[in-house]
């Protein structure tokens, strides 16, 4: 064989290889995925990458919990958000709060206190988004994951919405296998009703 042919050979298989090695594998999102997946407001969920699975597909879900149907400008809710599947080994979410029209930021989200490890919020035009840390993507659980976070109301008379996706995972470093679960939660300014 001809030098170059040996030198073009080698090239094509290493481009194959490197082709197959990435293949399914993915690096994961183990701090959060990145701004834009809360699965609101057009913005695609986790499922965007975890599409071997039909959404919301099988047992499992995920709720968000803590917020009353009416809410109470300046109030401090806290929020948490809950993830189930059987036999899942890794978790992980992104939740937004945002105007119902306009999809907009509406109140301020951080992680409740003591969750700072497990909870982190990010920034991407001008809207928060609240996602798992590397240390609150194992389940708090057998089967179960779960992340705590403080809503501060807005003062406000529009209707307010939450978005979260989450992932169920079981942790083989690919994106098969895995379960995504998504869940929306509107509430209204007025005075907060007993939860």
């Known amino acids: 064989m001809r030098p170059r042919a040996v030198a073009g050979a080698a090239t ?3 481009s194959a290889a490197l082709f ?3 293949g399914p594998r993915v690096s994961g999102y183990a701090d959060g995925a990145p701004p834009g997946f809360s ?7 986790c499922h965007a990458c975890h599409f071997h699975r039909d959404l919301n597909s099988g047992p499992g879900r995920v709720t968000i919990a803590g917020l009353p149907a009416r809410v109470l400008a300046g109030e401090r ?3 948490t958000i809950t993830l189930t599947r059987p036999e ?9 709060a945002r105007f119902k029209d306009g999809g907009t930021q ?10 700072e490890a497990q909870v982190g919020i990010d920034v991407s035009r001008d809207v928060q988004y609240a996602n798992q840390r590397k ?3 194992s389940p708090a659980a057998s089967d179960t994951g779960t992340w705590s976070l403080v809503w501060i109301a807005p003062q406000t008379s529009d209707p307010i919405v939450f978005h979260v996706a ?3 995972a079981d942790a083989d470093n690919t994106a098969e296998g895995d379960y995504v679960h998504t869940a929306a939660v509107e509430v209204v300014p007025g005075r907060s009703e007993p939860q």
């Open 20 to 22: 197959v090695s990435a």
């Open 39 to 45: 699965g609101g407001f057009n913005e695609e969920s």
């Open 12 to 14: 094509l298989f290493a």
């Open 77 to 79: 809710y806290r929020l």
């Open 135 to 137: 240390a609150g993507a």
């Open 88 to 96: 899942m080994r890794l978790a992980g979410f992104q939740l937004t």
């Open 106 to 115: 509406a109140g301020t989200l951080a992680p409740a206190p003591g969750e």
């Open 166 to 168: 989450a992932n169920a």
